[in-house]
Nanobody, 115 residues
Framework: QVQLVEFGGGLVQPGGSLRLSCAPS????????MGWYRQAPGKQRVSVAV???????DYAYSVRGRFTISRHNAWEMVYLEMNGLKPEDTAVYYC?????????WGQGTQVTVSS
């Protein structure tokens, strides 16, 4: 089992920056990949960024060049650095972890981009 807790959401003006953090606990040594997803009101949850156990990353087209996913000491902490935020980035952001074919989710953190 893996438990995930997200930190760092909030209200930011367009063009601003936020950093989200995700703290995994439990059986973290066998995590294969972790990622960030987001869900806007009335829309499906979609992938934003993923980082694999080998350190490779992948991003949604809409956030490339603005968002950066990283991790600390393997899976002790995973971050999402968000720059150049736009109103369309407003959503609940969820941390995820994949382990032996099971995807675990955090509780989500709200990010609101508005002037």
């Amino acid at each position: 089992q893996v438990q995930l807790v997200e930190f760092g959401g909030g209200l930011v003006q367009p063009g601003g920056s936020l950093r989200l953090s995700c703290a995994p606990s439990g059986s973290i040594s066998s995590i294969n990949a972790m990622g960030w997803y987001r869900q806007a009101p009335g829309k499906q949850r979609v992938s934003v960024a993923v980082i694999s156990s080998d350190g490779s990353t992948d991003y949604a087209y809409s956030v490339r060049g603005r968002f950066t996913i990283s991790r600390h000491n393997a899976w002790e902490m995973v971050y999402l650095e968000m720059n150049g935020l736009k109103p369309e980035d407003t959503a609940v952001y969820y941390c995820s972890a994949d382990r032996f074919g099971t995807r675990y989710w955090g509780q989500g953190t709200q990010v609101t981009v508005s002037s």
